[in-house]
């Protein structure tokens, strides 16, 4: 049996969360961090020419949202019911619509639209947030127990504590995400993940 691998570029990003789905599972993976631009070589394996792209004796597939299902779902943290799946895939989903309008900005280093991402384009998304998971709790998005959406959100906050450019100042005013990143990162899997991985610029 071949250990599975993911490939993606030097970042968190896109990647992160099955870098995490991994670290919870105590799981052994061959993390692949390409150059950019990607290689013509691995683009023309991947099913759409992007990555993350991941491989393991049984599937060879691409978006992030789907690799890290098939990893979640094998954890049992991706839902025990159809409402239940629905409800994680609604958090799942909601990082990509973030990370569209944030990534163009901060590569092409664009002072108004980073300006509007963090004044308006992400406060409005936490706002929304906070509430849903005030109402769920505090602690856990779905189910009253840890599920690939705590993760999934879990790595949006945490992007936004990373990033440069003081983008976790957008979630100064959001108690509740505060707290419930702090819950995330505490558990042992992800604690020791976090004290370990590499300093990338996204
Ligand atoms: N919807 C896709 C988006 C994939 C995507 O945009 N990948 C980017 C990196 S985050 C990429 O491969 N860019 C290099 C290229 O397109 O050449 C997903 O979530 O996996």
Do not use: C
């Amino acid at each position: 049996m071949s250990t599975p691998t993911l490939y993606y570029f030097d970042g968190r990003a896109r990647g992160e969360v099955s870098r995490l789905l991994f670290a919870y599972a105590g799981k052994k993976f061959v993390d692949t961090r390409g150059a950019f631009p990607l290689e013509e070589e691995l683009r023309a394996k991947t099913p759409f020419g992007q990555l993350p792209y991941y491989v393991d004796d049984n599937i060879q597939i691409a978006q992030s949202v789907a690799i890290e299902f098939y990893l979640a779902d094998q954890l049992q943290l991706a839902g025990s019911s159809t409402i239940e799946r629905a409800q994680i895939l609604q958090y799942t989903l909601l990082p990509a619509d973030l990370y569209a309008p944030y990534f163009p900005a901060y590569l092409t280093n664009n002072e108004a639209a980073l300006k509007l991402f963090t004044s308006e384009t992400a406060p409005k998304v936490f706002a929304k947030l906070e509430t849903l998971l005030v109402k769920a709790g505090g602690a856990y998005l779905v189910g009253n127990k840890l599920s690939w959406a705590d993760i999934s959100i879990f790595n949006l906050l945490d992007f936004f504590h990373q990033q440069p450019g003081n983008l976790i100042e957008v979630l100064k005013p959001f108690p509740a995400l505060l707290a419930f990143h702090k819950q995330i990162a505490a558990v042992p899997q992800f604690a020791e993940y976090l004290k370990n991985r590499p300093t990338t610029i996204f």
